[in-house]
């Protein structure tokens, strides 16, 4: 039972465009979510998070979406640059709880 | 302050061995987190320990795996008698205390294969 949907494994955008992540949830006990970013031969690292209480959080090129009615969150990088190649995991996960599901990752490529 | 440290960063088992997996925490870190990541899948969450209590095992299978975190050293993951299908990354991350979801840091991870 995948509770974390990201439905494109793999994106290609031009560097300098806006690259757009998508991702969906099932499970309406999740309150809050996070980004990770992951490198090869790497661990993931926390990219940007928002709570359920807010439909946008914004941190310098990077800037998450949250439509709770549809269960829908979806990472917006602009301008795209060739290090922000590797692989996006979006996660989830329950105020007060230290457990965070896992989609199966997006690998986004930009292209110099 | 070095990050999460797991060692070995490779590990080739043949079925039936054991597999020992260490993770060091980051210097102040006091819980420690494991997941898997099967081949063509996410992380998925194992358990989660603070110092000699484990918190959360939820995601943990029933048989053959087993977790630590001592008072003293590194936290273990322990697979007894491993199949094929335990071969897998699995990673690590820690927190300080009291601290929010995003600051779990994760560590390199361990890549396991089962021949």
């Known amino acids: 039972d995948q509770q974390v949907k990201q439905n494109s494994p793999s994106l290609s955008v031009q560097e300098g465009r806006i690259s757009i992540l998508n991702c969906d949830y099932t499970?309406?006990?999740?309150?809050?979510f996070l980004w990770y970013k992951k490198y090869p031969a790497e661990g993931p690292t926390f990219l940007i998070s928002i709570s359920s209480i807010k439909d946008k959080n914004e941190d310098g090129r990077f800037t998450v979406f949250l439509n709770k009615s549809a269960k829908h969150l979806s990472l917006h990088i602009v301008p795209s640059q060739p290090g922000d190649s590797a692989v996006y995991f979006c996660a989830a996960s329950r105020k007060g709880y230290q457990k965070v599901t896992f989609g199966i990752g997006t690998k986004l490529q930009v292209i110099p | 302050n070095a990050g999460v440290m797991q060692n070995p960063r490779h590990l080739v088992r043949r079925r039936g061995q054991e597999a020992r997996l260490r993770c060091s925490p980051m210097k102040g870190h006091s819980h420690v987190y494991w997941y898997r990541q099967l081949p063509e899948e996410g992380l998925k969450f194992m358990v989660y320990l603070q110092k000699e209590n484990i918190i959360d095992e939820s995601g943990m299978p029933k048989e053959r795996f087993s977790a630590e975190f001592p008072k003293e050293g590194p936290s273990i993951l322990r697979i007894q008698q491993v199949v094929r299908g335990d071969s897998a990354a699995y990673f690590c991350?820690?927190?300080?205390?009291?601290?929010?979801?995003?600051?779990?840091?994760f560590g390199p991870g361990t890549r396991l294969t089962v021949t």
């Open positions: 499970n309406s006990m999740f309150d809050y």
């Open positions: 991350a820690s927190s300080p205390p009291g601290a929010d979801l995003y600051e779990q840091y």
